[in-house]
């Protein structure tokens, strides 16, 4: 009786440690051990029927290992919320550091491809000559998208580069680098599938009538022949405008215009000129409130963008640096309108009169120039009262920013065109940008009445509409070959008449829908102008009306939409290079 109780206690252990031995305390096996000795008259039971005393103890020893696991389990959940949230934020990082790395690529090799371009093909000299005037966006928009193996392509322009005009405000205070916003005209060039011909000259005359025009080298260089003309087949003028001066006296010998690179590096000298001579020793305060007063003519987007980059300037670098000065700086903004930005809406132009009252900017509306001296302004102010005055504003600076006038080869063949007589803000085009009283000259950009305002948006649209016009012609004349081709030999087979009628059919509807292109339509975009203080309004046309905007979130919204406007890789970069750069060390102060 012992001897088999025995060896059930040793049966039932070595199966107990089989099983669920990691899982079992040492005083759960004892239990169940004493528990089995004590009870010799169930086991001597349970050795006539092995199979069901097997089953029980099975039975017995599973639920004692699911009681000890659920004893042991921990009291609260595991945290899944903390892991999901870890998850995601390794998954953030992840597409952070990936964005980086593709965005470097990119840029690697966008580089590559600007340093190492492709072969060019010279086009057929028997295709038409297209001479193209300007540089500008009109130009610049026409040559981007143009197929210029279907043509010989011919670029005049006294400028070899183009000009990025929008940001070109920041440029005069040292906020962003002349250089980053200028691409030059051969490395656009470059990148066409043909060959294109450049000459940094200006054209000086055109004869439509011969079709030719004669350009002139003024650069500083010249060789022996600075004179020379170039025939033409079609002929597109995106020269732009001058700068008006209304024939008011002194404006043009006293002021500072903001149209090309040089006229900011003119302004950034003299913003230091006057602030170093203001700081001179012993200066009079009469002087010293003079010489930092800068005065602006012209409450468009250029005037504005300028005043708020200029009172940047001075309280975040001048103030610091100079700070005995700094408190008689002055801006004036003296628009003749009005109100400022008059293509804004009325919220968004009240907005930045209160923005510039706020930032110490003072606002002359209703008040025209009528003469400029070296030392100031002469002009008549309508009081709120309907009456007029004559006051005296003295400047150190004083920046012209509004108003276009014609330049001289524009006005030379207006004189030429009979249609042209009754036009006197530029050459009166048609629907199609054709130069009324002519065939074979197109005309973009400020040049041009197409009876929209004269904007970079409205001639980078006109340009980019030319150059759909000029391939789609290109396509009409190839397929209009085609077809004389196909039927000088259709009496040739006689068996293959069918199939030749069926392409020739098939082409003439080719032609159709390459022939239907609508006339040229301004898609206005919105307004962008940037008033100072890390602010900004925008006037964005969205759905069927506009949404209207200002403030921080749509400075930041107007350095976005400029960095993207930005013709190239390169010019990105390098903006943004220079936005970081002087943020971070602030804007330079040297005189050159």
Known sequence: MASSSRALTRLAGSQLSARAQPQLNAQAAAARVANLTTSSAASRATLSSPIISRIQRNQTISSQFKRTYADSAPSTPPAAPKKRKIRYFRWAWRLTYLSILGSLGYVVYDGFQARHPDDQFVPDPNKKTLVVLGTGWGSVALLKKLDTENYNVVVVSPRNYFLFTPLLPSCTTGQIEHRSIMEPVRQILRAKKAAVKYYEAEATHIDHERKVVKITDNSEIKG???????????????????????????????????????????????????????????????????????????????????????????????????????????????????NVLPMFSKQLIDYTESTFKEEHIEIKTKTMVKNVTDKFIEATATTPDGKKETITIPYGLLVWATGNALRPIVKDLMTQIPAQKDSRRGLAVNEYLVVQGTRDIWAVGDCAV??????????????????????????????????????????LKPGNAAEVAQEIEATERQIRRVKDLQPFHYSHQGSLAYIGSEKAVADIAWLNGNFASGGKMTYLFWRSAYLSMCFSTRNRVLVALDWVKAKVYGRDVSRE
């Open 224 to 338: 022996t022949i600075t004179e020379n003309e170039i025939p033409y087949d079609m002929l597109v003028i995106g020269v732009g405008a001058e700068n008006a001066t209304f024939g008011i006296p002194g404006v043009r010998e006293h002021s500072c215009f903001l149209k090309e690179i040089r006229d900011a590096q003119a302004i950034r000298t003299k913003i230091m000129d006057c602030v170093e001579t203001a700081a001179f020793k012993d200066q009079a305060p009469e002087e010293i409130d003079r010489l930092l007063h800068m005065v602006v003519v012209g409450g468009g987007p250029t005037g504005v963008e300028f005043a708020g980059e200029l009172r940047d300037f001075f309280d975040e670098d001048i103030k610091k640096l100079i700070p005995d000065i700094a408190d008689r700086f002055k801006v004036t903004l003296v628009e003749a309108l009005p």
């Open 450 to 491: 197409a009876g929209y305002a004269p904007t970079a948006q409205v001639a980078s649209q006109e340009g980019a509409f030319l150059a759909r016009l000029f391939n789609n012609m290109a396509k009409t004349e190839a397929l209009e070959d085609k077809i004389r081709d196909l039927s000088s030999s259709l009496n």
